[in-house]
Structure formats: structure tokens, C-alpha cells
């Protein structure tokens, strides 16, 4: 039996040349093994095998644009911890996090926005 970590890097060896082809033939044993709701479980695995092969996606969400300068900054960082030698970097911009920076890696996530810290408090209070 194929397990989703052979059919993750079965994908990530295809990526990006035959992207179509490997995502649909992805999707296809996914339905065949009755497993349609998974497929978020082997997008999270396919970027794991390509972290680990050096290529990193990575999320950091601000209340605000990132400058020019702190976007490095935070390229930079994200090479340092990660190892990674490409990295592509999705920033979005979502005023609910009030202030303070949100990233996200296919192995972890780094929450120190305010909106969260805020959360937290509450939930100590009511605790």
C-alpha cells in the first residue's frame, strides 16, 4: 500500500516541471483511497519534503505592509533558522493582528501578534 509521505514526495520530486500532473495524480489516490479529506494532510507533507530539501515556504502575516528593510530582515531569519537555501515568502496583511508579526512554516508556526497575546490574557483571566 502507498503511504502519503511516498505520495508527498512523489509530488515534490515532480514540482514545479509537472506540476498539473503531479497535483492531479495526487488527487486521484486520494479519492481512490477513500481519503478526499486529507488533502490538507498531504499539502502539509509535500511542503515538509520540500523544507527538508531546501526549499521553504513560509507566511508572515502584519497588521501593515512590511518595508523593504524588515522583509529582509525576516528572509534573513527565516534562512537562518530554517536552513533554507530558497525560500519563498508570502506576506499578508490582516489588521486584525493589531500589531506584532505571525509566521508560518510547514514544521511551525511563530504567533507574537498582538491579537494573539491578547487571547491569551483573556483566557487567563477566565481560567
Not at 502507498?2 to 515534490?12: F, G, L, P
Not at 508572515?60 to 512590511?66: G, S
Not at 528593510?69 to 519563498?88: M, W
Request: aromatic share 4%.
Amino acid at each position: 500500500m502507498i503511504t502519503r509521505t511516498q505520495v508527498a514526495e512523489y509530488v515534490a520530486d515532480r514540482l514545479p516541471a509537472e506540476r498539473p500532473a503531479a497535483v492531479q495524480s495526487a488527487a486521484a489516490w486520494l479519492v481512490s483511497c477513500g481519503r478526499p479529506r486529507q488533502a490538507s494532510y498531504l499539502a502539509r507533507d509535500v511542503a515538509k519534503v520540500l523544507a527538508e530539501r531546501g526549499y521553504v515556504y513560509a507566511r508572515v502575516t502584519t497588521a501593515r505592509p512590511l518595508s523593504t528593510t524588515v522583509r529582509g530582515s525576516v528572509e534573513a531569519f527565516l534562512r537562518q533558522a530554517t536552513g533554507a537555501r530558497e525560500l519563498e515568502l508570502e506576506a499578508l496583511v490582516e489588521p486584525a493582528v493589531i500589531g506584532g508579526v505571525r509566521l508560518e512554516i510547514p514544521t511551525a508556526e511563530l504567533d507574537a501578534t498582538v491579537r494573539h497575546r491578547l487571547a491569551k490574557l483573556v483566557e487567563g483571566v477566565d481560567a
